[in-house]
């Protein structure tokens, strides 16, 4: 009797941590740090260096994630679209290199030659930026917003619905935020989670 009359209250606790463990699972409002890391062609990047720049779409990807791999020449539209209104894309493989050596600074330049990407592709090696954006897949994508000289995140999560079939699309999460702050208004869907590899932190 006594297991009876408690069960109910150990169910209603128990789903109620699952749902603030899935309510922080992703983070929006949050402040970006800005970066300094080397691209592909051996230039150093920073946020700042796009001093015109209303937003961001940074997505963390790599060369050897299957998924990620579905998203590369994704990421050259969203970014022929909206680099020319204030909003480039800028990707960052913040991988284990130790585990993963087709992620390695060489072979990351093999692969944005190979996409012919037109984006920087930047390599985050003390998985650092990944860190201070929370990243926690490949691809994660990450609208940031400048707001009263800071960058604040607008929406993370995934690129869009479907990493198999571009054509059959339905939500474009990260061209609608984009969209959205572009004409001033609020992101209606900010929080969706990314699907895809992890991304694996060294443990020092």
């Given amino acids: 009797m006594k297991n009876k009359t408690f069960q109910p209250v150990i169910t209603v606790f128990l789903v ?10 992703l983070d929006t409002n949050k402040t970006i740090n800005d970066f300094h890391l080397r691209n592909v062609d051996g230039r150093m990047v920073s946020l700042k260096d796009y001093p015109k720049a209303k937003g961001f779409i940074i997505v963390f990807t790599c060369n050897h994630c299957p998924f990620a791999k579905l998203y590369f020449q994704r990421l050259n539209d969203l970014n022929h679209k909206f680099k020319s209104q204030g909003v480039p ?7 284990d290199t130790v585990n993963f050596e087709e992620d390695v600074f060489d072979k990351m330049k093999i692969k944005a030659a190979s996409e012919h990407i037109n984006y920087p592709y930047l390599c985050d090696a003390e998985q650092t930026v990944a860190k201070n954006f929370a990243a926690r897949k490949t691809p994660h994508a990450f609208v940031i917003w400048k707001e009263n000289g800071n960058w604040v995140v607008k929406y993370n999560g995934a690129i869009d619905d479907n990493g198999a079939e571009p054509l059959k699309v ?14 001033g208004r609020e992101v209606e869907v900010r929080e969706i989670k990314s699907i895809g590899c992890s991304i694996g932190f060294r443990q020092k």
């Fill in 170 to 183: 339905k939500n474009p999460y990260v061209t609608n935020a984009v969209e959205a702050l572009l004409k």
């Fill in 89 to 95: 894309v800028i990707a960052i493989c913040s991988s």
């Fill in 16 to 25: 109620s941590i699952a749902l603030l463990c899935m309510s922080f699972n």
